[in-house]
Every structure is written in C-alpha cells, then in structure tokens.
C-alpha cells in the first residue's frame, strides 16, 4: 500500500475519530484537537501498520494513547506549576527579584522632593522620620509642639502632592492617614 492510499485510508476515518474523542474529551475543539494528533502519528508512522490488520482499531489505540500521554502531561504539568492565585506572599518573596534600577529612580524621586520642601517644613520632617519625638523636635527647634505637629503635617501633604506620580490609585489605611 502506498503512502497516498494509506492517508487516504485514514481520512475516510476522521468522522468516526471524531466521536470517539468526544468520548474522552467531552469538548468539540479538544476533540478535534486530539484526531489531528492521532492522524498526524498515524500519517507519520504509516510504516508501523501491519497491512490486513483493522485500520480502525490501530487508529483508536492511537488515540487512546495520545489521550493518556496528554492527561499525564498535563496532571504532571499541574503539579509543579502553580497558578498565580494559589500563590501565597510567603512564596511570592522567594520568587520575585528585587529591580534595584527602579528603586533607584523612586529614591531620587523622593529625595527631589524632599530637596524641593523648605527648611521650617524639611528640618523637622526629617527629625521625625529618622525617629525624634515631637518633644524632642520641639526641644530642638525652640518651637512649640504644636508648631512642630503643623509642619510636619505640611512637610507629608508637600511630599504626596510633588510624588503623586507614585499613587497608584490603591485605598490607603484609615491608620496611615493618623498622627
């Protein structure tokens, strides 16, 4: 028989393909995916097939064949990709990287912003940032503590305002919002 007569051969088979792989995919398109497997094996290995055995029966334990391979692959497949709502933030810190050159662009950023902010605002900005306490800023800048509270409270409006490229829409806290 020659290569011709075979594919041809196999073709008059599709329509019967058909229906048995909707028996295992129980999808149209996963079906028809799963005959174009099982001919394509079939075409390419038309030199395996014994003439005078079932043409049928040969095609059938292809496609039942192709069908458990793909079913392995993709229950292995499975089992070592994650889906991205499965992912915990534990196992998000381990798989992500850090991108220092962005980082670097916010840092500058913000120190641009602080650089823009004047000295009754920035001086005691920075104390309280690097961790004083209003007293303590108050003490420092003989000033009083409600003083130190207003310009602080100016120096972050000042700062969100000159970094709102960097707001990404999301809700803040109630708490970031309090002194």
């Given at each position: 028989m020659t290569k011709i007569e075979f594919n041809t051969l196999?073709?008059?088979?599709?329509?019967?393909?058909?229906s048995y792989a909707l028996h295992f995919t129980h999808d149209a398109d996963d079906a028809n995916d799963l005959v174009q497997d099982t001919m394509l094996k079939a075409i390419t290995y038309y030199n395996k097939f014994k003439?005078?055995?079932?043409l049928k029966g040969w095609l059938y334990t292809i496609m039942k064949n192709t069908f458990i391979n793909n079913y392995r692959r993709f229950v292995k497949m499975s089992t070592f990709v994650t889906k991205s709502d499965e992912i915990s933030s534990p196992n998000l810190v381990f798989s992500s990287t850090k991108?220092?050159?962005?980082?670097?662009?916010?840092?500058?950023?913000?120190?641009?912003?602080?650089?823009?902010?004047?000295?009754?605002?920035?001086v005691p900005f920075t104390m309280y940032f690097e961790g004083h306490k209003y007293h303590e800023i108050a003490d420092h800048l003989d000033i009083p503590i409600g003083t130190v509270k207003?310009?602080?409270?100016v120096a972050r409006k000042l700062l969100k305002k000159n970094l709102k490229a960097y707001d990404n829409g999301v809700a803040k806290p109630v708490y970031a919002e309090a002194e």
């Open positions: 196999v073709l008059r088979q599709a329509s019967s393909l058909r003439e005078g055995t079932n991108n220092q050159g962005e980082s670097k662009f916010v840092m500058d950023d913000i120190k641009k912003a602080l650089d823009k902010l004047p000295e009754d605002y920035y207003t310009r602080i409270h």
